[in-house]
């Protein structure tokens, strides 16, 4: 099992900016505003250094009001430039993580079968979940505090040189150390924060194990067992965490000397300055002021570089998923001309040995064929080859004459549809669930689509009806009725072909008659393959297909090859525990032991 | 345990760690107060006179200062975030427990949502600890900061103090609505990453249809339902940052007015000025970190309401004191039981007997199963386990006894033996009666992704070998060979009866293999007992007893 790819930061950046190029106005009046709010921060300390300057050259107390108000009006500014920033720059950001978002989950319910097969679930899970959680929070509650602190270090930089560039320089003496802090950072702290994130998916993924499973860990007494797991595998996350903020304060020592030596060479510097007459006193205070006023904003960047690793490795996990491997759509061709289904010479294998040899078979248009066979004979892979959700290792599948590689998944999926093995009710309102088949179903042909496959009453006679609420932990629907609404979406996907794997396996005892019954109503007029463990499904039949050791053993109807008295007869007889040649191979029931 | 308790035992639980961090913390704070002060006293003595002694004093003074600020933060902010680290870890395990809980759980959440909590809600609560802490730093910085004013001017000391306050209290007026509004958000991300994981985790059924388009087109309306709530609570976060940076540039004004007008009438000096504005403009950051320390602790207290709505909810059933059970009584004993669909049904299983339950309708089996396994919660009649009554059983001691294999088998990761459980010398024999021969080749395969990859067939057959291994007295399984092809079913049924024999086993079914090795076949239809008897004897006379079984 793999986990899924992370993109590098080169691609992360390139998929943020062709996100933000979509909203080019709104990016430039929120960069202009903000920067305004930021600029706005720096007439301050500027207008102290002059205030400064005027008492010490004996000014009146008009210059003073002047400094006031200077400094007010700038308080106003700033504060509603900041106000407004924050919404715009949250508008393009946010904007831009929703459609991320939504790309990323597209991509994830896209992804081609054989790459599905490959990864964790887990992993795919955390992906949509937990990482677009941690980028949306570091996004909502950082970001626009973020921005502010870099915009502000940029512009009292730049303010601190229009002052006397000789100061400017004096403060320059920092950013070598801060540099040198960050080169002595970076290095020892990436691997840990990517450990750190494999751990936290380690940890996703035992919680989600014990949640999934949680009638059989209580069933089998795992708690201990999965609260150790959990335990273990949070304890590492936290650990890792704990060394990573380890080397953190390092670091933040480091800016720290920093800015020691930033201030200490402002100040001494300036000593000299004034001795020289080259500065006068204000200038040299407003320099401070400036360099102490940075202390935050580098503190805020600094103090927040954890949580920007962490989103931007959230992020980077976000990309990777867009990195993978896409269904690729074939150019656009002639489509089916009828309900046929051929498979062709048909062999498939799981890096491994054969599962599916040499098979071929053809299905005209409505006709129904059964595949029987023991376990691990292949009807799983068969089922999955003809209806195009794998790729079969040799040979080639046709649906309407048309090859499937040749028509894509999106046209293929709208000609023949799966049902597998894995019965999933969708949380929310049932009607919902079945309209997930068709969006534009109306309410009567939701109803009629239940109506056909017999599960209109019991779904009119739940507490809400259609609009009951379904799903994990909405109304529990029994194994047989979440089938019903599985054959139900078929009904309204309307495929000219199915495949039914083991559909009706699930249901449980009693209910497989009316399953078998709602089977037949739901694939009527429609060409069906069905993978048969009843075999009353294949006795239904027009054909049935005996596979063995991933080969077609013998094909006939179901008189014929019980006449034949070869493997499906002997099947047959296991099965019902009656002598096959019967009339309509069934004779007096006798006890299934004999 | 409501909200407040739980933020408040966050902060106790880890009272030694968080006293000295904030301690620390406050320190550090303290004497990033000192900075504007020490840059006063520098410009004042230094850089106004020239004279270079008190230069050299100047600067060792700064360089001792940065060497306690420095130290401080370190020290402080690691023992913090252990703090925090610990908590998060210790609250994810209570959430882990109290979710696994034997009784069962009823919050009402789903696993996505529960997924959620577990992590990002875990991690948001426990950052009280950082409210706290930030809080309380920047308290302690506006302390020192106004002692300095005050020893540099009483009246302009007392204008700060009281404008100080009035500054926070008016951010502060804005918090309900931002706790609002980020509870909301909070909602609809959590709510919108729950469909994420909904859909995710049922792929292989949208792909079989062709309908991850729809899927993906219903996830792009709850994302935009997500980002309006977004930008809603992100407007009110954006108008407190701004009315906070302009009351706290509107004071600064005032102080250097205010502290200008002293300084030209030589009341205070240039040196003193400087520390009264750098203070004034330092006094805008601890009081912008309250703001977000109000703004985490909004955060977390929403957070914690989740958490602590989860840790309170109930228990699905209670448990009893009851630790042994009567070995000669009957090892389960329904009486008149009516529950969900069942009415007045009476079955008793001796020690030793294999029975089988055949239900015409799946509601009945659900239900039976529910009352056996101990999970319904208002039953009428009387159920005992070993002549105990269910509910004064303790809950290990009825798991000890009666163990439920349902026919969906929850595998875990690990390898195919790990999750058989158990190690024994017969593995291979049970293994071969559960039909399951043909993995026992492959016992030390790796399992990735709780068994996702193995057939429904291979899932139930490791089930039933799980449940063999197992081996309670009284074993309840269910459907156990729905996806299991007719020739291994009917080895499955001998390898069932010959493990078995001996103990007690109760099995619900139709399949005829299954119920042909039973001692008796008990028939359940609209929630009664209808007959009893062999399934030979029931096969032969009983015309919809055959209609179900030979389906």
Redesign the interface.
Known sequence: MNLLPVAGPRATWALLWSEIRKLPGLSIVAAVVITGGSAAGLVAPWALGALVDDISSGADRSAIVKVVLLIGGAALLAGLLTALGVMLVARVGETVLARIREKVLDRALQLPAPVLDKVRTGDLLSRVGDDVATVASALTDIGPMLLGAALTIILTAGGMFALDWRLGLAGLLALPMYILALRWYLPRSAPYYAKERIAMGDRSEAIIASLRGSATVRAYRLEDVQLAKIDATSATARDLSIKVFRIFSFFSSRINHAEFVGLGGILVAGFFLVRGDLVTIGAVTAAALYFHRLFNPIGAVMMLFDEVQTAAAGMARLAGVLEMEQISSPPPGPGPADASLELIGIGHAYDGPLVVDEVSLRLEPGERVALVGASGAGKTTLAALAAGVLTPTAGVVRLGGVDVQALGEDRTRSQVALLSQEVHVFSGALADDVRLARLDATDGEVESALERVGALAWVRALPDGLETVVGEQGHQLTGAQSQQLAFARLVLADPPVAVLDEATAEAGSAGARSLERAAVAATEGRTTLIVAHRLTQAQQADRIVVLDGGRVVESGTHDGLLAAGGRYALLWRSWTGFKPGGPEGRTTPASAST | MSTGQLLRRAVRRHRGRMSLGVLLMSLHQAT?AA??VT?GV??DK???T?DVEP?IW??LM??AL?AV???A??LG??LI??AI??E??QL??EI??R????R?QR??????????I???DAE?TALVMRAVSIGCAASTALIVASVSLLLVDVPLGIGVLIGVPLLVLGIQALSPLLTRHTST?QEA?AQ?????????????????????????????QS??T??RA??R???T???Q??????????L???V??VS??F??NGRIS?GE??AV??LA??IA?PVGTLG?AS?VLA?ARASAGRLASVLSSPPLVATGTATAVDPAKPLLQLERVSYKTLVDVDLTLLAGETVGV??????D??ALLAVV?GRASEYTGAVRVGGVPIDELDI?AL?DTV???????????GTLRSNL?VESPSLERVMTAA?AA?LIDELDR?L???G??L????RQRLGLA?ALL?SPPLLVL??PS?????????LL?EGLAEVRSGLTTLV??????L???MDRVVVLADGVVVTEG???EL??SDAAY???V??
């Open positions: 990033e900075v504007p840059i520098f410009v230094a850089v106004a020239g230069l100047c600067v700064l360089a940065f600020l420095s130290n933060w370190k902010a690691r975030v252990r680290e610990y998060t870890h994810r395990l882990a427990r979710v696994l809980d034997p069962g919050t009402g959440l789903r696993s996505g949502e529960l997924l959620s577990a992590t990002s948001k958000q991300v919108t990453t729950a469909l994420a994981t909904d859909l995710v985790g049922g792929l292989r059924t949208l792909r079989g249809i062709g309908a991850q388009h729809n899927a993906a087109a219903r996830y792009r994302s935009q997500t980002l977004t930008l609570a992100v407007s976060a954006g108008l940052d701004g009315v906070s940076t302009a009351l706290s540039g509107l600064l004004a005032a250097a007015g200008g007008w300084a030209l240039i000025l400087i504005v750098g403009q330092f950051e977000y703004q955060t055949l239900c015409y309708d799946p509601r089996a659900d396994g290990d798991r163990l439920l294999e349902q026919h969906d088998t929850d595998l875990f990761e459980l039909g043909d790796p990735a992704d709780r996702q990859a057939s429904g067939g291979q799980r197992a269910h459907d729905t996806a299991v092809d007719a020739v291994t079913e009917e049924a619900l079914t139709s399949s005829p293999a119920l042909g090795k062999l399934h030979a096969a032969e055959q209609e179900a030979l389906r």
